[in-house]
């Protein structure tokens, strides 16, 4: 699937062969990774006036070794009849998303052994938490890392991406994760429907789940409060 394909350059109009890549497997070629990591992958770069522009395309991104899968279906969303091989759905993770930024980050969320399903749960945390200290988080927060503060200590980092603004950087200790990677896992089973094989983990998963935990966590101190009542008495 690497058919090169006849595209007008935008800025001086002239054709030009692209290959357009729709199935990268990692495993077989590593250098793929790197270059989708680098901005390489599906990058056009005018060989007469330079002029570079990104191409979204539909992907099928396999890496056997960290067994994770990915359907990356940019907007519109097109029904997609793509299965997994049999036999890799219990133990490979399957994912889809729309875009290459999206496909990098569960790549970098994989690569640092943690699950995006926890993370996008993070994410909503660290809204909330930015909201109370009234700095609310306008843009996309995309997760960059596990990377050491000023204190020496592991968090979990992301970052704010925004048109408007510079970029920032926000984070949760990585402590929490493992916290919340604990109290989640009931919670996840709950979403996890047998007929999802694609699931998509994005920023709607992420408030389903802490929709969840609010439910649990009311029903918890309604509990809680007839108990109480019975030990004062
Ligand atoms: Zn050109």
Same mark, same amino acid.
């Given at each position: 699937?690497?058919?090169?394909?006849?595209?007008?350059?935008?800025?001086?109009?002239?054709?030009?062969? $692209?290959?357009?890549?729709?199935?990268?497997?990692? /495993?077989?070629?590593?250098? #793929?990774?790197?270059?989708?990591?680098?901005?390489? *992958?599906? /990058?056009?770069?005018?060989?007469?006036?330079?002029?570079?522009?990104? =191409?979204? $395309? &539909?992907?099928? =991104?396999? #890496?056997?070794?960290? %067994?994770?899968?990915?359907?990356?279906?940019?907007?519109?969303?097109?029904?997609?009849?793509?299965?997994?091989?049999?036999?890799?759905?219990? /133990?490979?993770? *399957? %994912?889809?998303?729309?875009?290459?930024?999206?496909?990098?980050?569960?790549?970098?969320?994989?690569? !640092?052994?943690?699950?995006?399903?926890?993370?996008?749960?993070?994410?909503?945390?660290?809204?909330? !938490?930015?909201?109370?200290?009234?700095?609310?988080?306008?843009?996309?927060?995309?997760?960059?890392?596990?990377?050491?503060?000023?204190?020496?200590?592991?968090?979990?980092?992301?970052?704010?991406? /925004?048109? +408007?603004?510079?970029?920032?950087?926000?984070?949760?200790?990585?402590?929490?994760?493992?916290?919340? +990677?604990? !109290?989640?896992? &009931?919670? @996840? !089973?709950?979403? *996890?429907?047998?007929?999802?094989?694609?699931?998509?983990?994005?920023?709607? =998963?992420?408030?389903?789940?802490?929709?969840?935990?609010?439910?649990? @966590?009311?029903?918890?101190?309604?509990?809680e409060?007839p108990r109480r009542k019975k030990r004062r008495r």
């Amino acid at each position: 699937m690497t058919r090169p394909t006849p595209i007008d350059c935008e800025q001086c109009h002239t054709e030009q062969m $692209f290959v357009m890549r729709m199935k990268v497997n990692v /495993t077989s070629q590593p250098q #793929d990774k790197e270059d989708l990591l680098a901005g390489k *992958l599906n /990058t056009f770069v005018c060989p007469k006036c330079r002029f570079t522009k990104m =191409y979204d $395309f &539909p992907l099928f =991104y396999e #890496d056997r070794k960290r %067994r994770l899968m990915i359907l990356v279906v940019p907007p519109p969303t097109e029904v997609i009849h793509k299965y997994p091989p049999p036999g890799v759905v219990k /133990t490979t993770q *399957l %994912r889809m998303v729309s875009s290459r930024n999206e496909l990098i980050e569960k790549i970098l969320i994989r690569d !640092a052994k943690l699950d995006d399903r926890v993370v996008e749960f993070m994410k909503v945390q660290v809204r909330f !938490a930015s909201l109370s200290r009234s700095i609310p988080v306008d843009g996309h927060l995309m997760f960059s890392g596990v990377v050491k503060n000023d204190d020496d200590e592991d968090v979990v980092q992301f970052q704010d991406v /925004t048109g +408007a603004s510079d970029d920032t950087f926000l984070s949760l200790p990585l402590p929490y994760y493992r916290k919340f +990677a604990k !109290a989640l896992k &009931p919670f @996840i !089973a709950q979403i *996890l429907t047998p007929d999802t094989l694609w699931l998509r983990v994005d920023h709607d =998963y992420g408030q389903q789940l802490d929709r969840l935990v609010d439910k649990a @966590i009311e029903k918890e101190e309604e509990v809680e409060k007839p108990r109480r009542k019975k030990r004062r008495r």
